[in-house]
């Protein structure tokens, strides 16, 4: 059989990465190679991913924000499938380069008529408010109708995922700061959608290895929906430790002196009151759909358990996500 080649753009990032472990997993019959997107295959990062995953993956060289990097890619023929996940700007940034590398990618994969491209946006609680998105979240809502536009006028077949808040959101010192400023923030009641990354990997691959199956399809890729005081339990009940968490006062501090946190906060908030006042009732089909992809989509707990019991609880690297704690308090994130 010959290998399906799946081009994964954020290859070193945390979903990318995701994927390329689900796949080399594999199900049994199954024969992928991936090519390694990234702008710099020097990096320590890419020469990881080179060493654990050859010879069923190459790093690839090429820039997003250069159309010709990635039509060469192309141009060499045999690009099958396209996991797209493109890194998040930051709180409060502008995120136009990204709405323009996601469309560019589309394009071209529409062009060269890529078997399977899925793209990986974000849960907002449907598509009710769309026209009001700001920043990354109304990229994403661009992105997604610039997909499915091409699936409607070029063929492209297409999936979309819609992952929750990542559960590696808490890891690290800002990690420490997001748990605060959510336990301050967020009513006691309110819940949040949670996801590991590594399930969305999981759900993906699904899709890569039967993609008639997902066709023109959204997935809300979401492993709990559970409240700040649920997941504080489950963390203690699953490590034994308090989630780490900046001190009360300096949270509210952040949340009085940083409008996007606030912003944040108000669109957990936003879509729990979606949820309940049923203004996104596809969401529970989408979600399904997900588990219907992956079946152990892991809870909070499960998530803590597992990483205190690997040891890799608490690490998060420099700049994960476009945020620092400084640039927090400064009110620039």
Same mark, same amino acid.
Request: proline content about 4%; some cysteine.
């Given at each position: 059989?010959?290998?399906?080649?799946?081009?994964?753009?954020?290859?070193?990032?945390?979903?990318?990465?995701?994927?390329?472990?689900?796949?080399?997993?594999?199900?049994?019959?199954?024969? #992928?190679?991936?090519? +390694?997107?990234?702008?710099?295959?020097?990096?320590?990062?890419?020469?990881?991913?080179?060493?654990?995953?050859?010879?069923?993956?190459? =790093?690839?060289?090429?820039?997003?924000?250069?159309?010709?990097?990635?039509?060469?890619?192309?141009?060499?023929?045999?690009?099958?499938?396209?996991?797209? =996940?493109?890194? #998040?700007?930051?709180?409060?940034?502008?995120?136009?380069?990204?709405?323009?590398?996601?469309?560019?990618?589309?394009?071209?994969?529409?062009?060269?008529? =890529?078997?399977?491209?899925?793209?990986?946006?974000?849960?907002?609680?449907?598509?009710?408010?769309?026209?009001? +998105?700001?920043?990354?979240?109304?990229?994403?809502?661009?992105?997604?109708?610039?997909?499915?536009?091409?699936?409607?006028?070029?063929?492209?077949?297409?999936?979309?995922?819609?992952?929750? #808040?990542?559960?590696?959101?808490?890891?690290?010192?800002?990690?420490?700061?997001?748990?605060? =400023?959510?336990?301050?923030?967020?009513?006691?009641?309110?819940?949040?959608?949670?996801?590991?990354?590594?399930?969305?990997?999981?759900?993906?691959?699904?899709?890569?290895?039967?993609?008639?199956?997902?066709?023109?399809?959204?997935?809300?890729?979401?492993?709990?929906?559970?409240?700040?005081?649920?997941?504080?339990?489950?963390?203690?009940?699953?490590?034994?430790?308090?989630?780490?968490?900046?001190?009360?006062?300096?949270?509210?501090?952040?949340?009085?002196?940083?409008?996007?946190?606030?912003?944040?906060?108000?669109?957990?908030?936003?879509v729990c009151d979606a949820g309940r006042r049923g203004l996104c009732p596809e969401v529970a089909e989408q979600s399904a759909a997900a588990r219907r992809a992956y079946p152990e989509m892991k809870s909070f707990r499960e998530w803590a358990e597992r990483?205190?019991?690997?040891?890799?609880?608490? +690490?998060?690297?420099?700049?994960?996500?476009?945020?620092?704690?400084?640039?927090l308090a400064a009110g620039k994130q």
């Amino acid at each position: 059989m010959a290998q399906k080649l799946i081009l994964v753009a954020g290859a070193t990032g945390n979903q990318g990465r995701a994927l390329i472990h689900a796949l080399a997993l594999g199900a049994p019959g199954t024969d #992928f190679h991936v090519l +390694a997107l990234t702008r710099t295959p020097s990096s320590p990062a890419a020469a990881r991913l080179a060493a654990q995953y050859a010879p069923h993956l190459t =790093v690839v060289q090429g820039n997003l924000d250069a159309p010709q990097d990635v039509r060469r890619l192309f141009a060499g023929g045999g690009i099958w499938g396209v996991f797209c =996940v493109l890194a #998040f700007p930051g709180l409060g940034a502008n995120a136009d380069g990204e709405e323009r590398q996601g469309k560019t990618l589309a394009d071209i994969s529409a062009e060269y008529g =890529v078997s399977c491209f899925v793209y990986s946006s974000v849960e907002r609680g449907g598509e009710y408010h769309d026209d009001h +998105a700001q920043l990354d979240r109304r990229a994403k809502v661009l992105i997604e109708r610039h997909v499915r536009m091409l699936g409607e006028a070029k063929g492209l077949p297409w999936t979309i995922l819609r992952p929750g #808040f990542f559960m590696e959101n808490y890891d690290g010192m800002v990690g420490s700061v997001a748990v605060g =400023v959510l336990k301050k923030g967020l009513r006691p009641e309110t819940t949040n959608q949670l996801v590991a990354t590594e399930d969305i990997g999981h759900v993906a691959a699904a899709i890569f290895q039967s993609p008639q199956n997902y066709s023109s399809q959204i997935l809300v890729v979401v492993g709990e929906v559970s409240t700040m005081a649920q997941q504080l339990d489950a963390y203690t009940r699953a490590t034994g430790k308090q989630l780490p968490s900046i001190p009360g006062f300096l949270a509210r501090a952040l949340i009085g002196l940083n409008s996007h946190t606030k912003a944040l906060i108000a669109d957990i908030e936003r879509v729990c009151d979606a949820g309940r006042r049923g203004l996104c009732p596809e969401v529970a089909e989408q979600s399904a759909a997900a588990r219907r992809a992956y079946p152990e989509m892991k809870s909070f707990r499960e998530w803590a358990e597992r990483r205190a019991g690997t040891g890799t609880g608490g +690490a998060q690297k420099k700049g994960w996500n476009q945020v620092s704690l400084g640039r927090l308090a400064a009110g620039k994130q």
